[in-house]
């Protein structure tokens, strides 16, 4: 008990060294806890970044299709005849004879 009460009264700088490294250990590992999760969602976060991009370049090369397509039809009816733009309606799919 005297060895006890001597440790106490003239050991607090090796009762506060220990309690401080203790705390020291407890703090990493709640740090690195938080570390680690804050790695893995930016991990997700980049992923679901790259999958837009991907989906975004895919609707941009389709929207440049569209454009082109429209671009060869029109060249092709302001180029035709009247004639021929007349013919070409007839024939076309939606074109009724009512």
């Known amino acids: 008990m005297t ?3 001597s440790l106490l009264s003239g050991g607090w700088t090796w009762i506060i060294g220990i309690a401080g490294i203790a705390l020291t250990l407890v703090l990493s590992y709640f740090g690195g806890k938080k ?3 804050v790695q893995t ?3 997700a976060d980049v ?3 790259q999958k837009e991009q991907q989906q975004a370049e895919q609707v941009a090369a389709k929207q440049a299709e ?3 397509v429209v671009k060869d039809v029109e060249q092709k009816n302001n180029s035709a005849s009247d ?3 007349r013919d070409s309606m007839r024939s076309g799919k939606y074109y009724s004879k009512d």
């Open 66 to 68: 569209i454009v082109k």
């Open 3 to 5: 060895e006890i009460l």
């Open 83 to 85: 004639s021929a733009a």
């Open 47 to 49: 992923a679901a970044a």
């Open 35 to 37: 570390f680690g999760t």
């Open 41 to 43: 969602q930016a991990k």
